[in-house]
């Protein structure tokens, strides 16, 4: 939001690019910031890739240079030319007439003051990693969050503040942990009040911070205990906003939902209950504007009556065309603890569109990060398999956010291990009920995902096929190549590879491949920066050597995660034609011609 104006970023899915785009009075138009898309790169998850000014836009090109646009004139002009650096977190400071931001260039992260004539000025450093900045209305204040190597953001963080002196600098800057053990995260001023989120009692909650007697206390809000945030992998996100009448819109998530609630005058009330999840919230005039997800629907952006309570849609929220197929909805389930040191898993099963009796086969999905989760929002790849006979189990294993500090921690030293086996639990858990066939249970995922799900495959026998998209197969090799922010995130799901060489190898699939008894197919990008290419042809010719059926689809032009609608489509299509050819007997999986796969190498 600046003054009545609402902006936010969407993708175009025939090319992948990111643009700006604005509502106000005159109805909606996309901001003209020329050609190339908008996307931080910092920390290779970006965020915070542009900020609005009264009189000015500010936004991060692909190339990581800077550029602004007068609103008035319409004029773009190349801001912070240089190309050695990259940014987020942008965030306005109207009354410097300024924006701030986090820059990192040569492994060294500052947080910036970006003048309007091109200035750039350092306002501290000093500090391994910087949270996206937070200022205080009248421009007096501001507030940061840091981490330090090896930490993580959501394992151990600092909150920053200071002061802004009469020319621009920042002053008596002083960082604090929370009071015990904990992350903080998403500062902002509201009026003289600083609040931020801070998981250090167990979940992520709303906290003032305040000083008295020269020192902060944490003052704890009467929010329920449940996480009213997820992992900060990137920059700038918001997940709470005030009301400008009073009171405040927070996002609680529950058994994998989002859900949003206002809370005025000590009143709670949800509201925009059809959606579940919400991100980027800001207040607006008669309450507030977000992101808004649902299972039914793309994402949208929202605004949401505070009287009311009623979201209108004002972009996106497109419903796919009912009269051809109606989306699936998930159905979400709980696998009960197995013993006294595990607990209880969250998932969402989709299933077939079907008018089979007979249990159909399914795919369960690990999803990334592997400090992320799986959200009940639409997901047209989830549909695609449902529509073609099979069902879809999304599973929220150990170490998932959404669950609080705890569940999120338990994967330490334990990955491949702890997220496998609760992968086996869903599968065992759902063939009990009857819900999906025993005897047809593929796994897949993505990134990290992908590593989980060949770990589920070495560690048993009961998996049809697994599906590795990009995924991680030596974790060695990986520590060796990965960027700064994960340096020490390896470390930390396995522990230290010299102390813990047994652990490393038992975990690594490409050494594991002879316990793999499964057919296994592969998907890469020749630029992928993340998961170095070269593993996933070493594993392949692992299962290969020792007689494994094995598909490699090799996509040059894709980096870590593919853009391009082609490529993705054709993922799915190969995915269908392998998945099928090994449940023959089952009439919804309709059989296509043998295709050969794509640039097979």
Same mark, same amino acid.
């Given at each position: 939001?600046?003054?009545?104006?609402?902006?936010?970023?969407?993708?175009?899915?025939?090319?992948?690019?990111?643009?700006?785009?604005?509502?106000?009075?005159?109805?909606?138009?996309?901001?003209?910031?020329?050609?190339?898309?908008?996307?931080?790169?910092?920390?290779?998850?970006?965020?915070?890739?542009?900020?609005?000014?009264?009189?000015?836009?500010?936004?991060?090109?692909?190339?990581?240079?800077?550029?602004?646009?007068?609103?008035?004139?319409?004029?773009?002009?190349?801001?912070?030319?240089?190309?050695?650096?990259?940014?987020?977190?942008?965030?306005?400071?109207?009354?410097?007439?300024?924006?701030?931001?986090?820059?990192?260039?040569?492994?060294?992260?500052?947080?910036?003051?970006?003048?309007?004539?091109?200035?750039?000025?350092?306002?501290?450093?000093?500090?391994?990693?910087?949270?996206?900045?937070?200022?205080?209305?009248?421009?007096?204040?501001?507030?940061?969050?840091?981490?330090?190597?090896?930490?993580?953001?959501?394992?151990?963080?600092?909150?920053?503040?200071?002061?802004?002196?009469?020319?621009?600098?920042?002053? *008596?800057?002083?960082?604090?942990?929370?009071?015990?053990?904990?992350?903080?995260?998403?500062?902002?001023?509201?009026?003289?009040?600083?609040?931020?989120?801070?998981?250090?009692?167990?979940?992520?909650?709303?906290?003032?911070?305040?000083?008295?007697?020269?020192?902060?206390?944490?003052?704890?809000?009467?929010?329920?205990?449940?996480?009213?945030?997820?992992?900060?992998?990137?920059?700038?996100?918001?997940? $709470?906003c005030p009301l400008r009448e009073g009171g405040w819109a927070r996002v609680q998530y529950r058994q994998g939902i989002g859900e949003l609630w206002l809370e005025r005058a000590g009143q709670c009330q949800r509201v925009a209950e059809g959606w579940t999840d919400f991100r980027d919230l800001s207040p607006s005039a008669d309450g507030l504007v977000c992101i808004g997800r649902a299972a039914d629907r793309h994402d949208a952006?929202?605004?949401?009556?505070?009287?009311?309570?009623?979201? #209108?849609?004002?972009?996106?929220?497109?419903?796919?065309?009912?009269?051809?197929?109606?989306?699936?909805?998930?159905?979400?389930?709980?696998?009960?603890?197995?013993?006294?040191?595990?607990?209880?898993?969250?998932?969402?099963?989709?299933?077939?569109?079907?008018?089979?009796?007979?249990?159909?086969?399914?795919?369960?999905?690990?999803? *990334?990060?592997?400090?992320?989760?799986?959200?009940?929002?639409?997901n047209p790849q989830v549909q695609f398999w449902c529509q073609r006979g099979f069902a879809v189990a999304e599973v929220n294993y150990t170490g998932s956010t959404g669950a609080g500090r705890d569940f999120r921690l338990r994967l330490a030293g334990r990955w491949g291990e702890a997220d496998a086996r609760d992968m086996v639990r869903c599968a065992d858990y759902l063939a009990a009920q009857g819900l999906v066939c025993a005897d047809n249970v593929f796994i897949q995922g993505r990134s990290s995902g992908g590593f989980t799900a060949?770990?589920?495959?070495?560690?048993?026998?009961?998996?049809?096929?697994?599906? $590795?998209?990009?995924?991680? #197969?030596?974790?060695?090799?990986?520590?060796?190549?990965?960027?700064?922010?994960?340096?020490?995130?390896?470390?930390?799901?396995?522990?230290?590879?010299?102390?813990?060489?047994?652990?490393?190898?038992?975990?690594?699939?490409?050494?594991?491949?002879?316990?793999?008894?499964?057919?296994?197919?592969?998907?890469?990008?020749?630029?992928?920066?993340?998961?170095?290419?070269?593993?996933?042809?070493?594993?392949?010719?692992?299962?290969?050597?020792?007689?494994?059926?094995?598909?490699?689809?090799?996509?040059?032009?894709?980096?870590?995660?593919?853009?391009?609608?082609?490529?993705?489509?054709?993922?799915?299509?190969?995915?269908?034609?392998?998945?099928?050819?090994?449940?023959?007997?089952?009439?919804?999986?309709?059989?296509?011609?043998?295709?050969?796969?794509?640039?097979?190498?």
């Amino acid at each position: 939001m600046c003054g009545d104006s609402i902006f936010w970023l969407a993708s175009e899915p025939e090319t992948g690019s990111v643009a700006l785009w604005q509502a106000d009075n005159s109805g909606i138009c996309r901001v003209n910031t020329g050609p190339g898309s908008i996307r931080s790169r910092l920390n290779g998850y970006g965020g915070g890739a542009y900020a609005v000014l009264p009189g000015r836009v500010v936004w991060v090109a692909e190339d990581q240079r800077v550029w602004q646009l007068n609103r008035v004139t319409g004029r773009r002009t190349l801001l912070v030319p240089e190309v050695d650096a990259t940014w987020g977190g942008l965030v306005a400071d109207p009354q410097h007439e300024r924006v701030l931001a986090v820059r990192e260039r040569h492994e060294q992260q500052a947080l910036m003051a970006l003048e309007a004539t091109g200035q750039v000025r350092v306002l501290h450093q000093g500090l391994d990693f910087y949270g996206a900045p937070a200022v205080s209305q009248d421009g007096s204040r501001v507030a940061w969050c840091s981490w330090q190597l090896p930490d993580m953001p959501w394992l151990q963080s600092t909150l920053w503040q200071a002061t802004v002196t009469a020319d621009g600098d920042v002053a *008596g800057a002083s960082g604090q942990s929370p009071p015990v053990s904990g992350s903080v995260q998403q500062p902002q001023f509201v009026g003289e009040h600083l609040w931020v989120i801070s998981d250090h009692e167990g979940w992520w909650q709303p906290w003032r911070v305040t000083r008295r007697d020269g020192r902060d206390q944490w003052l704890k809000s009467t929010a329920p205990m449940l996480d009213h945030a997820n992992a900060p992998w990137q920059l700038g996100e918001r997940h $709470s906003c005030p009301l400008r009448e009073g009171g405040w819109a927070r996002v609680q998530y529950r058994q994998g939902i989002g859900e949003l609630w206002l809370e005025r005058a000590g009143q709670c009330q949800r509201v925009a209950e059809g959606w579940t999840d919400f991100r980027d919230l800001s207040p607006s005039a008669d309450g507030l504007v977000c992101i808004g997800r649902a299972a039914d629907r793309h994402d949208a952006v929202l605004k949401v009556c505070a009287d009311s309570g009623s979201a #209108t849609i004002l972009a996106g929220g497109q419903v796919p065309d009912r009269s051809i197929m109606a989306p699936v909805a998930p159905v979400a389930f709980v696998v009960d603890a197995e013993a006294p040191d595990t607990l209880p898993v969250q998932g969402f099963l989709y299933p077939p569109i079907s008018a089979s009796a007979a249990a159909p086969p399914v795919i369960l999905i690990a999803h *990334g990060g592997p400090t992320s989760a799986a959200y009940a929002v639409y997901n047209p790849q989830v549909q695609f398999w449902c529509q073609r006979g099979f069902a879809v189990a999304e599973v929220n294993y150990t170490g998932s956010t959404g669950a609080g500090r705890d569940f999120r921690l338990r994967l330490a030293g334990r990955w491949g291990e702890a997220d496998a086996r609760d992968m086996v639990r869903c599968a065992d858990y759902l063939a009990a009920q009857g819900l999906v066939c025993a005897d047809n249970v593929f796994i897949q995922g993505r990134s990290s995902g992908g590593f989980t799900a060949l770990m589920a495959a070495v560690q048993t026998d009961r998996f049809k096929a697994v599906g $590795s998209l990009f995924g991680v #197969t030596d974790p060695l090799r990986l520590r060796a190549a990965t960027h700064r922010f994960e340096s020490g995130y390896l470390d930390w799901l396995l522990g230290n590879p010299q102390s813990n060489r047994a652990r490393w190898q038992a975990r690594t699939p490409a050494l594991q491949a002879d316990q793999i008894s499964c057919p296994a197919i592969f998907f890469q990008g020749g630029k992928d920066a993340v998961v170095v290419p070269e593993q996933t042809r070493r594993m392949v010719a692992a299962l290969q050597d020792r007689g494994q059926p094995v598909e490699l689809h090799w996509y040059e032009d894709e980096g870590h995660g593919f853009q391009r609608a082609e490529n993705q489509a054709h993922m799915l299509e190969s995915l269908y034609r392998f998945y099928g050819s090994l449940v023959p007997d089952n009439p919804m999986i309709r059989q296509k011609d043998n295709e050969p796969a794509h640039k097979l190498s």
